[in-house]
């Protein structure tokens, strides 16, 4: 077991819920600490306990008002860094500008980059993340960094909640998903299906429109699977796709709900059977005002890292043998 007098768990206010979840699995205290604005928009970080040669792990999500939850972090690291902390690892479930990980047209920013830099520069010694939009991400660091999966969660939930699973295709809905969703597939030994975006014309605002590119759909499960949704354009238009084309129920598993530009009545209307996302984001108002929503819990598999990494104990066995135990909450 880990020594309870050596880590230290502390938390900004982009996820205080998660954070309380994790410490209560690990049985260890949230470290007070208060996280203010001054009037002028400036965060002020005041660390209560002390954390000299303790072991510090630092909650943030990238979520909402994501420049300011990042600001957060920083200064807390750098409050520990200056506070003599032995180690600094940034627990970030949803890792902020993530999307920005290549240059993609001229003058384009690599912003991912720029955090990464960011991070180490105000003293992290090293991240834990979840599903990153781009793997390649990890090698924008220096120090080493664990990229969690929510795999094993889905999978459980599809083997326990989906009825009728194992006549079902897993979707990916575009190209950059298909490692994903294939590796999914392989594991549940059902088929793969992959769904490509395409525009009505060479105007930008010409309508867009999907095909299915691999795959038969007709009158079989479809489980769509990626890892974020914000404005759930791509999920509206892949829904319709996958409804015209046959399929008998829908399903979308997304690890990390965004939900920022989406009016949740649009979800409702969609033919889709249930929307299920992870809590590396909040999801309590978007609970409330959906009912396909369904939210799996992640504390399970953050408090595990946690634990493991404090320890020196490895963290790609959370994809084995724990991960196969059924740890699995639906809020």
């Given amino acids: 077991m880990y020594h309870n007098n050596s880590i230290r768990i502390l938390t900004g206010n982009s996820h205080p819920e998660l954070a309380r979840a994790v410490t209560e699995r690990l049985n260890v205290p949230l470290v007070p600490c208060t996280v203010k604005k001054f009037s002028n928009g ?32 920083l200064i807390l690291i750098s409050a520990c860094k200056t506070a003599s902390a032995r180690r600094i690892t940034a627990v970030i ?52 960094v664990d990229n969690l999966f929510s795999e094993p969660l889905m999978l459980s939930y599809i083997k326990r909640s989906i009825e009728g699973w194992k006549n079902g295709i897993i979707v990916s809905p575009d190209a950059g998903g298909a ?17 490509h975006r395409k525009r009505d014309g060479k105007a930008v605002d010409a309508p867009e429109r999907m095909e299915i590119l691999v795959g038969d759909v007709k009158d079989k499960i479809a489980i769509l699977v990626d890892d974020m949704i914000d404005t759930g354009a791509t999920l509206s238009l892949a829904t319709k ?7 008998k129920a829908i399903y979308a598993l997304i690890t990390h709900g965004l939900l920022s530009e989406i009016n949740l009545n649009v979800i409702e209307r969609l033919p889709i059977d249930h929307l299920v996302v992870t809590n590396t ?46 740890n699995i909450e639906v809020l």
């Fill in 42 to 73: 400036e965060i002020n970080v005041k660390i209560s306990e002390s954390v000299r040669d303790e072991d510090v792990f630092i909650i943030q999500s990238g979520c909402k008002d994501a420049n300011d939850n990042l600001m957060e972090l």
């Fill in 241 to 247: 796709t996958l409804h015209e084309k046959g399929a």
């Fill in 281 to 326: 984001i909040p999801q309590d108002e978007h609970k409330d005002g959906c009912s396909k929503l369904t939210v799996i819990d992640i504390s399970p598999t953050i408090a595990e890292s946690i634990r493991r990494t404090h320890n020196g104990e490895s963290i790609s066995l959370l994809f084995g043998e724990w991960a196969d135990s059924g």
């Fill in 93 to 144: 479930p949803s890792f902020p500008y993530a999307r920005m990980d290549k240059k993609d047209k001229s003058r384009a920013p690599i912003t991912a980059k720029l955090v990464a830099n960011m991070l180490v520069v105000a003293g992290c010694d090293h991240v834990i993340t979840m599903d990153l939009h781009a793997s390649q991400i990890q090698g924008f660091f220096d120090i080493p």
């Fill in 179 to 195: 490692k994903r969703a294939t590796a999914i597939a392989d594991k549940l030994g059902v088929e793969f299906a992959l769904i």
